[in-house]
C-alpha cells in the first residue's frame, strides 16, 4: 500500500516559471513532511521540510504548503532555473519514528532554458 | 560529498555470485539504512540500523543480508540474487532522535544481475 502519492511524475516547465509538485498523504499520524531532491548519480538529498503545525515554509525560491485537513502537501520552485532540473520526492514520517521515512513516487522536474 | 560513501559506485553480476555492497558514513550518526531504487518505483526502505542493532525489516527476501559492525559502516550482503533485483541501492544515516530527522544519502551502488 503507498502511503504517499506523489504528482505529476514528470513535468517540463520554461525557465522562470513555477514549478508544481503535489503530494497526498493517507496516514493522520504523520507529522514530518520532507522534499529531497535528486540528481543524476548522486544520492537524494534534503532539500526542505516542514511540520503541520504551520501552513507553510519558505526557503528562498522553494515553498511548502501543507494542507492537514486536506492530507496534502505541495512543493513550489518559484523562478524555475535549468539547474533544478532534477527528480524530487516527498516523503512523510510519524514522530515517534521520524527516521521511518515513506517516499511518494518521485517527479522528474526538467526546466527548459 | 555528502559524508556517506558507498562502494562499489557499479556492480555486475550473475545470479548464483556472492557480492557485497559497503556503506561508510563519517557525520557521527547512529542510524543507517538500505533503500532500493527501482524504475518506476517508490523508494523502497530496506534495512534499518540503530546503534547498530537492526530495527527494521521489510519483508525483504533473505538473498538480501545486511550487517552492521558498528554505527559508521554498513554492508548488504548478495546472493543467488534474481534480474528483477537489478536497481540502485542506495545507503543513508541520520540520527535517530532529536528535531532533525534529515537523512544523508550516499551515492548509491547501480546492480545489474544477469
Known amino acids: 500500500q503507498q502511503q504517499v502519492k506523489q504528482s505529476p511524475q514528470s513535468l517540463i516547465v520554461q525557465k522562470g516559471g513555477i514549478s508544481i509538485i503535489n503530494c497526498a498523504y493517507e496516514?493522520?499520524?504523520?507529522?514530518?513532511f520532507p522534499w529531497y531532491q535528486q540528481f543524476p548519480g548522486k544520492g537524494p538529498a534534503l532539500l526542505i521540510a516542514i511540520r503541520p503545525d504551520v501552513s507553510e515554509k519558505k526557503e528562498g525560491r522553494f515553498t511548502i504548503s501543507f494542507n492537514k485537513s486536506a492530507k496534502q502537501f505541495s512543493l513550489h520552485i518559484m523562478d524555475s532555473q535549468p539547474g533544478d532540473s532534477a527528480t524530487y520526492f516527498c516523503a512523510a514520517s510519524l514522530n515517534n519514528a521520524g527516521n521511518m521515512l515513506t517516499f511518494g513516487g518521485g517527479t522528474r522536474l526538467m526546466v527548459k532554458p | 560529498e555528502t559524508g556517506v560513501t558507498q562502494t562499489p559506485r557499479h556492480l555486475v553480476m550473475g545470479m548464483t555470485n556472492k557480492k557485497s555492497l559497503k556503506c561508510e558514513q563519517h557525520l557521527g550518526h547512529n542510524a543507517m539504512y538500505w533503500y532500493k531504487q527501482s524504475a518506476k518505483k517508490p523508494l523502497e526502505l530496506m534495512f534499518v540500523?540503530?546503534?547498530?542493532?537492526?530495527?527494521e525489516n521489510n519483508s525483504v527476501p533473505s538473498r538480501f543480508s545486511p550487517e552492521c559492525p558498528n554505527s559508521s559502516h554498513l554492508f548488504l550482503h548478495l546472493h543467488t540474487l534474481q534480474p528483477e533485483d537489478s536497481a540502485l541501492y542506495l545507503c543513508a544515516s541520520s540520527f535517530d532522535s532529536g528535531p532533525s530527522y534529515e537523512q544523508y544519502f550516499g551515492p548509491g551502488t547501480r546492480l545489474t544481475v544477469t
Open positions: 496516514n493522520t499520524a504523520f507529522d514530518y
Open positions: 540500523y540503530n546503534f547498530k542493532e537492526q530495527t
